[in-house]
């Protein structure tokens, strides 16, 4: 049986053998990204300045972009998965081709930091990817309902969702986690103190055990719903993407509902994940891939989004394009000592990642 990854390989040489005299790309990109991750005019500046119209579709998973891309033929010319662990463990199966940095006139506008932190992880990925934003994970919380129904809650803390002293109260007005395995497990392995990173089978069975205590507390698991709902006030806690709690926390603001949500990132750490942008193997607009991932390497694009979303990016000279409010958010910009504490997971070996979905399927169903 033909497996994915042959797919993929096919099509990648394919991608390589391409006639130099090959008709010129129509003009169309279809676009795979994070949901509330650009700015509500960056689509329409991009077809503006190049003519290439573009199909956009949102997700809310990696999971979601490695299922699509393993089935192959997805259609998509540049996708957005998190570096760690998935892009360097797809580009392993090969269904990315390699970037041509010929092609990508802005590449010298990489902030050095994250091109650094790519590398130190992982050598290869550049070859295949270029970083977009930023993400560091955290707790959003309606501080009215948290006051009144916990009082004296560590509003800095994984306690408000992990410890039972803080979350049974909780329960009634609304706590959410991503449907996101990795996160969760970071979570709650750093919330008990022990290294986020660990496959160390106890520390495993420590964590599972963690997330099942408060699993009756939580209202839903789910990677996206949480931004309206903190901000109506149908929700009180919700562990999210920081820069999705810090749009909550606009959306809150905007209303004049009276809902008042705070942000932070946890005092015992949290993930820090850096997104990118990758062509895929069989992407049938490599080019226009190109010419799209090249403009979103400019300050006066990659900024003004920044300034959208919430999220901080990896291009150098945005500052002037984002506000003065945006960059004194430590939930964008977090100080030197919650830096100190973030932590990245690097890719698993595959006997761990399956324990893993197995138990978190088993967490998400069983209650
Ligand atoms: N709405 C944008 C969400 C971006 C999330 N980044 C991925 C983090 C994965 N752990």
């Known amino acids: 049986m033909l497996k994915p990854y042959h797919l993929a390989a096919g099509a990648l040489l394919s991608v390589l053998v391409s006639h130099p005299l090959a008709a010129a790309e129509e003009k169309l990109l279809n676009v795979f ?109 309606n501080r009215g309902k948290v006051n009144a129904l916990a009082p004296g809650a560590p509003t800095n803390s994984w306690d408000l969702i992990f410890d039972p002293k803080w979350s049974d109260p909780l329960k009634s007005c609304g706590i959410s986690v991503l449907d996101d395995s990795g996160e969760v497990f970071a979570a709650a392995l750093v919330w008990l103190g022990k290294n986020p990173r660990s496959e160390d089978p106890e520390d495993f069975k420590a964590a599972s055990a963690a997330i099942q205590r408060i699993r009756p507390n939580l209202r839903y698991i789910h990677s996206s719903s949480y931004i309206n709902d903190l901000a109506n006030g149908d929700l009180c806690v919700a562990h999210g993407y920081g820069g999705d709690l810090v749009q909550a926390r606009d959306r809150a603001g905007e209303a004049k509902n009276g809902v008042d949500i705070s942000v932070y990132l946890p005092v015992e750490g949290a993930q820090v994940v850096i997104d990118v942008m990758g062509i895929p193997a069989d992407a049938p607009h490599p080019d226009n891939a190109h010419i799209f991932i090249d403009f979103m390497m400019r300050a006066d694009v990659v900024g003004p989004i920044t300034d959208a979303v919430g999220y901080a990016n990896a291009i150098r000279g945005t500052d002037a394009f984002v506000s003065e409010q945006r960059r004194n958010d430590p939930v964008i910009y977090p100080s030197p000592e919650t830096r100190a504490k973030f932590f990245t997971v690097p890719p698993k070996p595959q006997a761990y990642i399956r324990q893993l979905t197995r138990e978190w399927t088993r967490i998400k169903t069983d209650h």
């Open 33 to 141: 990204n994070w949901s509330d991750y650009i700015a509500s005019d960056t689509l329409d500046r991009f077809t503006a300045e190049t003519g290439i119209k573009v199909n956009y579709d949102v997700y809310d998973s990696n999971e979601m972009v490695e299922a699509k891309l393993m089935a192959g033929k997805s259609g998509y010319d540049v996708v957005f998965p998190s570096a760690f662990p998935f892009f360097a463990r797809q580009i392993q199966a090969r269904i990315y081709q390699p970037l041509d940095k010929q092609k990508l006139t802005n590449y010298g506008n990489l902030e050095e930091g994250v091109i650094n932190s790519l590398n130190a992880t992982d050598e290869k990925i550049l070859d295949f990817a270029v970083p977009y934003m930023i993400a560091g994970t955290g707790v959003g919380f």
